[in-house]
């Protein structure tokens, strides 16, 4: 099955300095590829995510990179913020009705 | 739009108990729903996949009598702790997928400690 690598596990930036996250899956088959972000105690709310006909998606602040013949995805936020201080996770799944498969998260520490 | 409520969102019980999480998608029919159990400072578990009107398909070492899973419509599904002991607690989250080509969303959360 399915099995995705997350790095690092922490991360801390000073505020306004971007944050990259990178992951890595092993199905080749995945093709849908959604980042979550939580806030402690809270739910994984979808920030972004990509299909695998799309090298790279952005979404103002936040944007995603594709590779499928390396099998990796990285997001990228520019400029943070502390609110963007939180655990983010990357997920995988071939799309129809599987289940996403999810990286084990890193914690980013946006310092003031 | 796209939201799921999830109740209780706190429960505090004594071991024995059996417990129901309610998951609910409020503006779209979710064909499919999806339960998930969370430990502190980890990712997100897949315990099982359910399907509106038929069985859930559970993961590999999650105990189907355990957590009895049941998909009765396209908007309500419930995952039952049964018999419920110290070991089972955990932040367990729903998250709810309308067509097979869109994204899945997440309830809140259901925080369960068993004394």
């Known amino acids: 099955g399915e099995n995705v690598e997350q790095h690092p596990s922490t991360l801390s930036v000073q505020e306004g300095d971007s944050a990259v996250i990178k992951c890595t899956y092993s199905d080749s088959a995945s093709n849908y590829f959604p980042w979550y972000k939580q806030e402690l105690g809270k739910r994984p709310q979808l920030i972004i995510d990509i299909r695998s006909n799309v090298g790279e998606k952005k979404d103002q602040r936040i944007a995603v990179t594709l590779n499928k013949t390396a099998k990796h995805f990285s997001l990228h936020i520019t400029e943070t913020q502390p609110e963007d201080s939180a655990v983010y996770f990357c997920?995988?799944?071939?799309?129809?009705?599987?289940?996403?498969?999810f990286g084990k998260g890193t914690r980013l520490s946006v310092i003031a | 739009g796209a939201v799921v409520s999830q109740h209780p969102s706190r429960v505090i019980c004594k071991s024995g108990t059996s417990v129901k999480i309610e998951c609910r998608s409020l503006?779209?029919?979710?064909?499919?729903m999806f339960w998930y159990r969370q430990f502190p400072k980890q990712s997100l578990m897949l315990m099982a996949t359910s399907n509106e009107g038929s069985k859930a398909t559970y993961e590999q070492g999650v105990e189907k009598d355990k957590f009895l899973i049941n998909h009765a419509s396209l908007t309500l599904s419930t995952l039952t702790v049964t018999s419920a002991h110290p070991e089972d607690s955990s932040f367990y989250i729903c998250?709810?997928?309308?067509?097979?080509?869109?994204?899945?969303?997440f309830g809140d959360g259901t925080r369960l400690s068993i004394l």
């Open positions: 997920a995988a799944s071939i799309r129809g009705n599987t289940p996403l498969v």
């Open positions: 503006d779209f029919q979710a064909t499919t």
């Open positions: 998250s709810a997928q309308g067509r097979s080509n869109q994204p899945q969303h």
